[in-house]
């Protein structure tokens, strides 16, 4: 059973820093995609940012310049280095990996103050 544990959220201030990280374990094949969406009260869940196993990567318009995605295949890990936050980025993370279907973690609480 393939599991994702996310883990770094919490409370900063705007124009602060975090780093989200999720571990992968269980899997028998290798990770494709991993990615991290975040969802907001009363919102859908959104991409923010997805790393193919070679290091291509894609960004939610909101987030480019200011979040950088990275993996690590080798340890199954997949990070988010969010800097500049501001109060709109306040959600709940969640990681996300593609194997043979889509896995979810459970999310991790980021709250951006003003």
């Known amino acids: 059973q393939v599991q994702l544990v996310e883990s770094g959220g919490g409370l900063v201030q705007a124009g602060g820093s975090l780093r989200l990280s999720c571990a992968a374990s269980g899997n028998r094949f290798s990770i494709n995609t991993m990615g991290w969406y975040r969802q907001a009260p009363g919102k859908q869940r959104d991409l923010v940012a997805t790393?193919?196993?070679?290091?291509?990567?894609k960004y939610a318009d909101s987030v480019k310049g200011r979040f950088t995605i990275s993996r690590d295949n080798a340890k199954n890990m997949v990070y988010l280095q969010m800097n500049s936050l501001k109060p709109e980025d306040t959600a709940v993370y969640y990681c996300?990996?593609?194997?043979?279907?889509?896995?979810w973690g459970q999310g991790t609480q980021v709250t951006v103050s003003s």
């Open positions: 996300q990996a593609s194997i043979v279907r889509v896995y």
């Open positions: 790393i193919t196993r070679d290091g291509s990567t």
